[in-house]
C-alpha cells in the first residue's frame, strides 16, 4: 500500500510541478477571458451574443476575473462559449514540490535536532556529534521520504 501511495504522489508532483513550469511565468495582470478572447479575435460583443449576455455583462465578467471576484463556474461557461476550455491548477508560489516539502521537513527536523541537542548538552554527551546544520538535513531527508502522518502539523 506504501508503494501505491508513493507513486501517487509521485506523479502528482510531476503534474503540479510540469504545471508551475509552464504557467509561472504567465502574465496575470490581463485576465485569461479577454486574453483568449482578443487571441480569438473576438469582439466584446461578439462573446456577448455567444454567452447570451449583454456586452456589459462580459466586460464586469471580465473585470471580475482580474479582481478575483469571479466564479470558476462563470469563467468555465465564457470559455465554452470561445471553444476553450478551463483548466485549473494550483502551483508552488516558488520553486517546485519537493521544495515545499523539504521546506517543512527542515522545520520539524530543527525542532527535533536542536530540541535532543539541548537534552544531550545536559547531559554532557554533546562531544564528537556531527554539526547541527548536517544533523538537520540528514533528519529532514528522512522525514521528506517517510511522510509520516503528523508531517504537516
Same mark, same amino acid.
Given at each position: 500500500m506504501r508503494n501505491v501511495k508513493s507513486t501517487l504522489r509521485r506523479r502528482n508532483v510531476e503534474l503540479i510541478d510540469f504545471a508551475s513550469s509552464?504557467?509561472?511565468?504567465?502574465?496575470?495582470?490581463r485576465g485569461w477571458i479577454e486574453r483568449f478572447r482578443v487571441a480569438l479575435g473576438m469582439s466584446i460583443t461578439d462573446l456577448a451574443e455567444r454567452v447570451g449576455v449583454s456586452r456589459p455583462s462580459i466586460s464586469k465578467l471580465e473585470s471580475r476575473e482580474k479582481d478575483g471576484s469571479?466564479?470558476? =463556474?462563470? $469563467?468555465? *461557461?465564457?470559455?465554452? +462559449?470561445?471553444?476553450?476550455?478551463?483548466?485549473?491548477?494550483?502551483?508552488?508560489?516558488?520553486?517546485?514540490?519537493?521544495?515545499?516539502?523539504?521546506?517543512?521537513?527542515?522545520?520539524?527536523? =530543527?525542532? $527535533?535536532? *536542536?530540541?535532543?541537542? +539541548?537534552?544531550?548538552?545536559?547531559?554532557?554527551?554533546?562531544?564528537?556529534?556531527?554539526?547541527?546544520?548536517?544533523?538537520?538535513?540528514?533528519?529532514?531527508?528522512?522525514m521528506a521520504r517517510e511522510m509520516a502522518r503528523d508531517f504537516w502539523k
Amino acid at each position: 500500500m506504501r508503494n501505491v501511495k508513493s507513486t501517487l504522489r509521485r506523479r502528482n508532483v510531476e503534474l503540479i510541478d510540469f504545471a508551475s513550469s509552464t504557467m509561472s511565468n504567465a502574465p496575470s495582470r490581463r485576465g485569461w477571458i479577454e486574453r483568449f478572447r482578443v487571441a480569438l479575435g473576438m469582439s466584446i460583443t461578439d462573446l456577448a451574443e455567444r454567452v447570451g449576455v449583454s456586452r456589459p455583462s462580459i466586460s464586469k465578467l471580465e473585470s471580475r476575473e482580474k479582481d478575483g471576484s469571479i466564479t470558476i =463556474k462563470q $469563467i468555465d *461557461k465564457v470559455a465554452e +462559449a470561445m471553444g476553450g476550455k478551463l483548466v485549473y491548477a494550483i502551483i508552488p508560489a516558488e520553486g517546485k514540490m519537493d521544495d515545499i516539502v523539504m521546506n517543512q521537513a527542515r522545520k520539524r527536523a =530543527k525542532r $527535533i535536532i *536542536k530540541r535532543t541537542r +539541548a537534552h544531550m548538552a545536559l547531559e554532557a554527551q554533546s562531544e564528537g556529534l556531527q554539526s547541527q546544520e548536517e544533523a538537520i538535513e540528514e533528519l529532514a531527508e528522512e522525514m521528506a521520504r517517510e511522510m509520516a502522518r503528523d508531517f504537516w502539523k
